[in-house]
């Protein structure tokens, strides 16, 4: 459990496998070597969401790449879920990935895990030299008293309510759009709690990404 200014964070005594930031860029990498590429997410590697369609936040730093790649697989059979390409527009930040609700994009299914990368391709014809995050979601269901929480909630009171039910991609979803404002402690608080408090300053890019005319999967909302 961890508990940071009014929002209180009780996160799942679960870990994954994978890798919530870059390691050291090699010299010849479109990264600097004093930077790296973030996940916004538990060092556990492991967040849940109780949506069919969540996001995912990133620290994209200035990258000379031109393509950023996102999939996603079901852990337990590694069916590819969905993939998308992106051009990204070179301004360091924060970006976010969501999964598109298109009338195509299948809901992520209740109960199940899914393994994702969000990657930086240094190089097309070289994927060894890619910069890479990993990470491990899982959807649950709502709990009824959560649920009835939810109901009565309001925009400024919706992450803490998350945050404290230990759902930390719709937490840190449900702050973002209060991170610029007068009630952005939500979203400093909850980067905070996971040791990511260096990110608490950094610009949420609404421009940071955008869609290539013919991404790899289904079409993608990048916001």
Not at 20 to 36: K, L, T, V, W
Not at 75 to 83: N, R, S
Not at 200 to 215: A, N, Q, Y
């Amino acid at each position: 459990m961890a508990q940071s200014r009014q929002v209180q964070l009780n996160l799942p005594n679960l870990s994954a496998p994978g890798n919530r930031q870059s390691g050291a860029s090699r010299s010849e990498s479109c990264i600097s070597p004093e930077d790296s590429l973030s996940a916004l997410m538990p060092a556990s590697n492991y967040g849940l969401t109780i949506e069919g369609y969540p996001s995912f936040f990133f620290y994209l730093p200035e990258i000379s790449a031109q393509v950023v790649e996102f999939a996603l697989y079901n852990e337990t059979t590694m069916e590819l879920v969905y993939e998308g390409r992106f051009t990204p527009q070179g301004e360091a930040g924060i970006v976010s990935v969501t999964l598109p609700n298109n009338g195509f994009q299948k809901a992520l299914e209740v109960g199940q895990s899914y393994f994702w990368g969000f990657s930086v391709v240094c190089n097309v014809d070289d994927p060894s030299s890619s910069i890479v995050v990993e990470g491990t979601l899982r959807r649950i269901e709502p709990s009824a008293s959560l649920s009835a929480a939810l109901d009565t909630a309001t925009p400024e009171t919706l992450p803490s309510i998350l945050a404290e039910a230990g759902i930390w991609h719709d937490a840190l979803t449900t702050s973002a759009p209060l991170a610029a404002n007068a009630n952005g402690e939500a979203w400093k608080a909850l980067l905070e709690a996971v040791d990511l408090g260096d990110l608490t300053t950094t610009p949420l890019l609404s421009g940071g990404l955008i869609v290539e005319p013919t991404p790899v999967s289904n079409a993608i909302r990048v916001n």
